[in-house]
Structure formats: C-alpha cells, structure tokens
C-alpha cells in the first residue's frame, strides 16, 4: 500500500520540532516586540485555525465566531474577577460554557442548508453583544459592566501569554492533523462535498456538524480568555468585534479551507499585513480584506494551499 | 419454497403537493431476490426509493425492514440498518479520491475501524474493478466509472439491500453485460436488490420478480414473462394503440 | 393602553420599511440562490444617495427616489455582470463569501468617503404630525409606510402580472425548464439582481428620513432582511410583507418595554426561534432544498 509521505505520524513529528524551536526562541533572548508580535501571530493562527476545523472542513459558513472569543473573554473575567478563580480553571469552565452554547445555537441552525446557518450565527454574534452591553442597564445590576467593560488582576509576563499562546497554537494545529485523517475528519469531508450522498453513505450529518462546532467555539472562547488576562481590560466593542470574524475568514480563506498550513499561512500573512499598516487606518485595511475575498472567489477558491495541491496531479 | 421476506411496504403513499408520486404502492422483497422496478418517466419509482431510505415522509402507509419500521428514521439511520441506494444523478465526493469515496461508506455505513474499513474498501474496489484508479480524485472518473463509484459505496456500506437506480444508462452492450454479471456477483454475495432500470433487456434478463409502476401506482407484478404479456404494461409505455403487441 | 397602541403603530409603520428593505433579499435569494450578505449596504447607499441630494441641492427625500432606483439599478447589474455571475451555480459557499468580501469593500469605501459621522435628513415637514386619538404619527412616516407598500405591491404586479417578471418566476422555479422555454436565463439573472438591488436601495431612500444614516448602518439591515425573509419564506415575495410587520411590531414593542439597544438581540431569538420551530416560515411557503 501507497505510504502517503504526509501521513499523520510525520505531520505530529515535524510540528512538534517546530513548536519546540519556537518555545526555545525566547530562551535565546527575543526583544520585547518581537515575542509580543510572534504571540499575536500564535493567536491568530489558532484561532483561524479553529475556524477552519469547523468551517474549512465541513464548509458550513461560520460568521459569527467572535460571539465565542467575547464570551469567552467575558467569562474568564468573570471568574476571576468575581470569582477569583485561577486562570487556567477559568479558561477551562469559559470554554465549557462556550460548549454549551454552541450546542444551543447549533443545533437548530446546523439542521438547514448552509445559508441559515450562515446568518443566523453572524446575527448571534451581534446580538451576543448588544445582549452583554445592555444586560446591566436592562437588569439594573451591576455585573458585564456595560459599555465600560472588565479589569482584570495584573497578568504575569509576555513570556507567559507567548508559550499559552504558543500552546494553543499547538493544540489547534494538533487537533487538525489528527483530524484530517481520522474517521471524523472523512466525515466532515464528505459533509462539505456532498451532504445528501454522506446522509446516504451512514454519516450522521447533524451530529458531526454540531460536534465540530462545539469543538471549534469552545477552543475559541478559550483563546477568548487568554486574550482577556493579556489585555487586562475587555468592552464590548472591542472583544465582539466582528473585525475578528473577517480575519478568521480571510486568513483561512486566503490561505486555504479545509488545509492544515492553510491557517498558519493565511494568519501569518495577514497578521504582519496589519501590523505594518497599523491601526491607523482600519478602513483601508478592510477595503484590502475584501478586495482579496473576492478575488480568491473568482480566481483561486481553495486558497494557497488549494491551488498547491491542485497540482499534485494524477495520474502520478 | 418461497424467499424470507425482508422488506415490506404497505399502501405507502407519498405526495408533493397536489402531485401524488407514490399512491398505496405494496410490495414485499424476499430475500434473495432481484425485484426489477419499471415504469414509464415519472412513474414514481426514483420517488419510492427516497422514502424507503427516508429522503421524504411518507403521507400514508408503512414500511418494515424485517420488523423494524422505517418511518421517520434520518437516512443514515436507515443505511445503518441495512439499506443503501444509488443514485441516478451521480454525487460523488468530488474533491476526495476513489478510495476515499468508499472508505467514507465503509467507516460510516458499515460502521467500522480504519483498518478494516481499508481492507473492505480495497476488496469493494477490486470487486467494482475500480482498483487501478484507487488514489484518482473522483472527479477524473467517466460516467460509467462514477456510477461503478456510486455502487461501490454502495456495496461497502455493508447493506444486504442495495436500491440501484438506473446504474446502467448509458452503458454499451458490452459494458451491460458486465454489469449484469456483477449484479449477479453482487446478489451471490448475499445481498437483496431492487433494480429500477430502462433498459428492458437488462431488467427482464436480470431480474426474479418485476413490479411495473404508473403515475405512482402499481399496474403489474409477476415474472419478467408474466409482466411483458400484461396488456396494460403495454399500454403504459406505447399507448393504447399497441395494446395487442409486445414490447421487446 | 395608549402607549401600548402607539407601540403597536409604530411598530406597523418600522413594519412596512423592514419589509421593503427585504424583499430584495427574498428575491435575489429565491431566483438565484444568491445569499448576499452585502444587502443591507445597498440599504445604506440608496439612503446615503437621498442625504447628499437633499443637502447638496435641496432636494426633497421623496423627490431623490427616481434617481435612487436608478443608481442602484446599474449598480446591481454592473455587480451581478463583473462578479456575482460568476457565483451563480457554484456551491452556495461561494455566494456568501463572495458577497461578504463585497460587503467589506462597499461599507468601507463609503465609510472612507464619507466618515463615520451619523446623518439625519430632516425636510422642513420633519416635525410634522398627525394627532389621532392621542396618538403621534409623523406624516413623513406615514408617507415612507404607503410607499413602502406601494414598492412591495409594484414588485408583486411585477413578478405576477409581466412577462418578464414571470420569467423570473419561472427562473426560479425551474431553471432548466425556464431555458428550455426559451428564457435567457443570463438576462434574468441581471434584471433579477438589478432589480434587488434597485428596491432595496429605493427603500434605504424611503428610511433616510426615519432612521440615522451612517456607512456601517448595512450590516444590521442585513440581519433584519434574513430574519424577515425567514419569518415569510425565503424566496416567497409575500412573505416578506408579513415578516417584516411582525419584526417591526416586536422591536417596537420591545423597545418601549424593555430596552431600545436589544433590538437585534431581538432579532436574532426571533429568528433562532423560527428556525427551531418554522423554518419555512410562518406559511411555510419558503424555500428549503
């Protein structure tokens, strides 16, 4: 039988020596910038990375992700905030609650054809933060702090958020390999090229779909909370912005769907893209974001990595 | 002695609005057997395979997969039971190769490892004679190629009722035969088919048993001979006028 | 008792402009499969075409509309020509992404041109009301509501009673048996989209004068005309006239009881709802395969 030279084992193998290299590099001594952009890298890798387990490989438009990021960063606060938990305690039951919510919201939006999903997740994500920026207004009780927002205890240092970060980097990228040959992996595939037939085939359609996007918006809300302890202060605005749904989207888009390196392309790319345009002026950074959506639509659908592997070709 | 009856259905009736697809169709499949299904176009019998493998509720009736009923299961609960279809138009999982394709049937319907679900898919492969294009995207296949594909998954779903419809339009004399032959390996193999099928030859010469729909309703059942010398199956396909002919 | 019917009226009037502002939506949607999720901008252009007429020449909002429509007509065919043609018949991924990158490009460059700053139109019969049993409408409302209905009525006679509207019709139905009739599928695709393009922006025209007018005002309208579409039936025109009503009244309603920020919190239980229980709509007349 034909080894296929990517096969999972050596895909685990060589990401493992990157992360170890990257999780050496601040040992050597990195400067301050650099280790805080290599982070922010890190987690726009994961999290597009997260979209892309949902979305890239079932194809089921996802366009309200950052519902779970803001969730996510909402609850981790909380908890430590209010509840004084630990970090890690926190980012563990945020990610639970953002389960739970996918589930809810899942559901009965994963059972039509892709376009309710679509929406109705880009509408939750909206209303998720009109919900959080009028709760204590509405309830009058003070607890989501309006349109102030949260303030968290003092974090540790960057080297801290750098190997969290890196670590769910990591286990992003971990978890796509592992997909991407696994019998739920082939599912997910079947689902996005041909739904009716997968149905036909014995795949329980409706259940992988809700379990990959539980598995993608809790990992979301996670790296929601990391980003709340390294900001220290989270408002509405800011954490339910749908600037992070666009890059999700376009950093997979761009650098392929349903592809392992497509993310880590993609984020990178676009990561160091805004970077050195700076925050000046967001606008032209979107005009430019969606100049490239519709150009990959016309001219290269399946991203970089798509039209890389285009030419495998066969016969061999 | 008469086969084991393993799927029956009881005045099931399916409507698309004002239309009536399906009207109190019954019939019963015993094991074993290859049940020919024809009619004119439109006759319902595309229709009836998507209830029994529960693509639509039916409005009326029942079906029973030995004793278990069918109503209102999803199709991939009813594939799990046991029953696969094919389908006219073609969907393979395009962006997949051969291989894939059926692994994706194997692990899923069949519901096995990855292992064996490799070791089934090559047997399935070997079998449909689709082995040399194992690693092709399936997109690179011709159309009597997507329609081994399509009975290839199928097969390896592990159903011991296959629904194939229309598997071989299209093909040349040649090409038919072995695809009679294969059906005929396929029924040697331990499964139960409904063929639904134009091409007369291939369903009179094939078949044990043909059931012969109009606009939804059965109008004949009986041996292949039986059903040619019914005049109203005549009637059906060419009209009143050659009512005293045989269709060949 | 009076606040709850100047709610309920209020809530007819918002009614009658979310169902104008969707049946573009509900169009493009049903004869083309298109989800175009860049919608609401055409929201957004057609109120902000009303605004620079009004405060650059004078010109009364109910006067801009001719122009509207026909700005917007040709922007929906040089789109639907350039880019969302080449959509049409691939999966229906690509339609949405296409349509938020278009989305992306179009709110920006207006919010480029012409900053974030809110706009109101305000005609010198803004403040203007009709006092009925106690009851405050604005004729500019009342005005914008007649016509909204006047554009869903049009659009109805359109598509029901010329040949070309049943085309389109027929389009959507069947396209193949469409073509085969001899209808150039290809024509009715670009009238389809100009036209959605066209009486969305008319009816982003019409709400200039009720609600503020801002760049990133489309993406909120995009929401709205999806969960009025799914209240109606995707696809299904006369849907959208009671979708929109029953949206309208709940925000309303909401708004005077509750909180006026929730709205598209709102908007989107309703809709959640909707897709749990009726996701064909309330006449379960829309469009699921």
């Known amino acids: 039988m034909r080894r296929n030279f990517f096969c999972t084992r050596s895909v685990l193998f060589i990401l493992v020596a990157v992360l170890l290299v990257l999780a050496a590099l601040p040992l050597m001594g990195l400067p301050g910038y650099r280790l805080r952009l290599l982070s922010l890298v890190f987690m726009w890798v994961a999290l597009s990375g997260c979209w892309n387990l949902m979305s890239g490989y079932t194809g089921y438009i996802d366009f309200g992700p950052v519902a779970y990021f803001g969730v996510g960063s909402y609850c981790t606060s909380l908890l430590m905030i209010k509840g004084g938990f630990p970090f890690f305690l926190s980012i563990l039951l945020s990610g639970s609650v953002c389960a739970l919510l996918a589930l809810a919201i899942g559901t009965p939006t994963l059972k039509l054809r892709g376009a309710y999903f679509a929406i109705a997740t880009f509408a939750a994500a909206e209303a998720m933060k009109q919900i959080i920026l009028e709760w204590d207004h509405m309830v009058g009780f003070e607890f989501f702090g309006g349109a102030h927002g949260l303030t968290l205890p003092l974090p540790p240092s960057n080297e801290f958020f750098y190997y969290t970060l890196l670590f769910f980097m990591g286990l992003v990228l971990g978890l796509t390999a592992l997909l991407e040959r696994s019998k739920f992996g082939y599912g997910l595939r079947a689902i996005h090229e041909a739904e009716p037939a997968a149905e036909l085939a014995g795949v329980p359609t409706l259940t992988l779909k809700v379990r990959a996007y539980i598995l993608s918006s809790s990992l979301i809300g996670c790296i929601g909370g990391v980003e709340a302890y390294w900001l220290t202060y989270i408002i509405p605005d800011d954490v339910f912005n749908v600037l992070r749904t666009i890059q999700m989207v376009v950093m997979t888009l761009l650098g392929g769907m349903g592809t392992l390196l497509g993310p880590v392309i993609g984020a990178t790319f676009l990561t160091l893209i805004s970077e050195f345009l700076g925050a000046k002026f967001i606008y032209n950074y979107l005009i430019f974001l969606g100049i490239i959506v519709v150009a990959i639509i016309i001219l290269m659908p399946r991203g970089i990595m798509g039209a890389v592997q285009r030419n495998k070709g066969w016969p061999p | ?248 | 008792m009076l606040l709850f019917l100047q709610s309920f009226i209020n809530g007819l009037l918002l009614g009658g402009i979310y169902a104008a502002c969707s049946a573009g939506f509900s169009l493009a949607f049903g004869v083309m499969g298109v989800v175009n999720l860049s919608h609401g901008d055409f929201v957004m252009l057609g109120a902000f075409i009303t605004y620079w007429l009004f405060v650059l020449l004078g010109m009364d909002p109910f006067l801009t509309l001719p122009f509207t429509l026909l700005a917007l007509f040709f922007l929906g065919l040089l789109l639907q020509r350039l880019v969302i043609n080449r959509v049409i018949g691939a999966p229906p991924i690509m339609s949405y992404l296409l349509t938020f990158g278009l989305h992306l490009v179009l709110s920006n460059l207006a919010l480029r041109a012409w900053t974030a700053d809110y706009r109101t139109v305000t005609p010198s019969y803004s403040g203007l009301n009709l006092n009925l049993f106690g009851l405050v409408l604005p004729y500019s409302r009342l005005a914008t509501f007649a016509l909204a209905m006047a554009l869903i009525l049009g659009l109805y006679l359109f598509l029901y009673r010329t040949e070309s509207g049943r085309a389109i019709q027929a389009t959507a139905q069947d396209r193949e048996m469409a073509r085969l009739m001899g209808v150039n599928i290809f024509k009715v695709y670009t009238l389809t989209f100009a036209l959605a393009a066209a009486i969305t922006g008319l009816a982003g025209s019409l709400i200039s004068n009720t609600f503020v007018i801002y760049p990133q005002m489309g993406l909120p309208f995009t929401i709205t005309a999806f969960c009025v579409v799914v209240l109606g039936g995707m696809g299904y025109i006369p849907g959208t006239l009671w979708g929109g009503l029953i949206l309208g009244m709940v925000e309303s309603l909401a708004t005077t009881y509750l909180t006026a920020g929730i709205s598209l919190a709102l908007t989107f239980f309703l809709l959640l709802v909707m897709l749990i229980f009726r996701p064909a709509g309330i006449a379960g007349k829309g469009i699921m395969e």
Not at chain 2, 127 to 144: E, N
Not at chain 2, 179 to 193: F, P, Q, S, V, Y
């Open chain 2, 1 to 248: 002695m008469a086969p084991l009856s393993i799927l029956q259905c009881r005045r099931l009736t399916k409507r698309f609005g004002a239309l009536v697809a399906v009207r109190e169709l019954s019939l019963s499949l015993g094991e074993g057997e290859i049940l020919g299904l024809i009619g004119p176009n439109g006759s319902g019998k595309t229709t009836f395979f998507n209830v029994v493998m529960g693509v639509y509720p039916p409005e009326e009736g029942e079906i029973f997969l030995r004793n278990e009923s069918l109503i209102g299961k999803q199709p991939h609960e009813i594939c799990h039971l046991g029953i696969a279809k094919t389908s006219q138009i073609v969907q393979p999982f395009l962006g997949m190769s051969v291989f894939e394709n059926v692994l994706v049937a194997a692990l899923y319907g069949a519901d096995l490892s990855l292992a064996q679900a490799r070791d089934e898919v090559e047997e399935v492969l070997d079998l449909m004679g689709l082995f040399s294009w194992r690693d092709a995207p399936a997109g690179k296949l011709t159309v009597s190629g997507r329609r081994r594909l399509e009975l290839a998954k199928a097969l390896a779903t592990g159903a011991e009722i296959l629904l194939l419809d229309e598997t071989m339009a299209g093909l040349n004399p040649r090409e038919l035969e072995e695809g009679l032959e294969l059906l005929r390996k396929i029924r040697d193999r331990g499964a139960t088919l409904i063929l639904v099928e134009h091409i007369m030859r291939a369903v009179m010469g094939i078949s044990d048993r043909v059931i012969v729909l109009n606009y939804g309703v059965k109008i004949a059942e009986g041996t292949p001979q039986e059903v040619t010398e019914n005049p109203e199956v005549v009637e059906a396909y060419l009209g009143k006028r050659h009512a005293g002919n045989r269709p060949n």
